[in-house]
């Protein structure tokens, strides 16, 4: 199941020159990109999926992610390992979830209205593991050979940003749920 059509004319039009997660981040735009396909398979689609990402909250957190074309999200600086002072910036900073993320929801609160009860609206978020795979190893991976070594040479490290990433994860869902998500 895909959130949108990425491969439909109609989403290029309402991406235009943005990058993904200035589509993301605006919510008029996120809006649009998740009703294109409900318009365009009338009556096919069960249910909208907000359109957004599970790498958002890695964002939110302090970290720099891109999109690249055709190959797919980047962290120029992935997590190297606890002494090289982004894992303690990421750790200490106080994400409010509301404020950082307040896009997703109005996105969520917008598409609502506008769905006017055709389909169910799905939000989403990546899991804690995965999210910190992402952060590691800086991008898609087969092997996980980054994050694997990370665990076991830093065990209580991880632990610790795992436990950060999932408190943020389910302020996430329960933030989504109160803008309107169904599902």
């Known amino acids: ?28 735009v996120a809006t649009e990109i998740t009703l294109q396909p409900v318009r365009r398979f009338a009556g096919l689609i069960d249910a909208a999926i907000i359109f957004s990402d599970i790498l958002v909250i890695p964002q939110a957190m302090g970290m720099t992610v891109e999109m690249v074309e055709k190959k797919g999200p980047h962290f ?6 606890p002494d090289d002072g982004q894992y303690g910036q990421v750790l200490a900073k106080n ?43 800086g991008g898609g991976t087969k092997l996980f050979a980054q994050v694997k070594t990370w665990i076991y040479k830093y065990p209580e490290e991880s632990k610790k940003l795992l436990a950060k990433i999932a408190d943020i994860c389910v302020d996430h869902l329960a933030l989504q749920v109160k803008a309107g998500a169904q599902v």
């Open 95 to 137: 994400v409010d979830v509301a404020a950082e993320l307040g896009y997703v929801y109005d996105a969520i609160t917008l598409t609502r209205q506008k769905l006017e009860g055709q389909v169910p609206l799905i939000g989403f978020c990546g899991a804690p593991w995965t999210l910190f795979c992402y952060m590691v190893e």
């Open 1 to 28: 199941m895909r959130q949108a059509g990425r491969y439909l004319p109609e989403y290029h039009e309402a991406k235009g020159n943005r990058d993904f997660f200035e589509c993301c981040r605006d919510p008029e």
């Open 76 to 81: 120029p600086n992935p997590l190297q390992n």
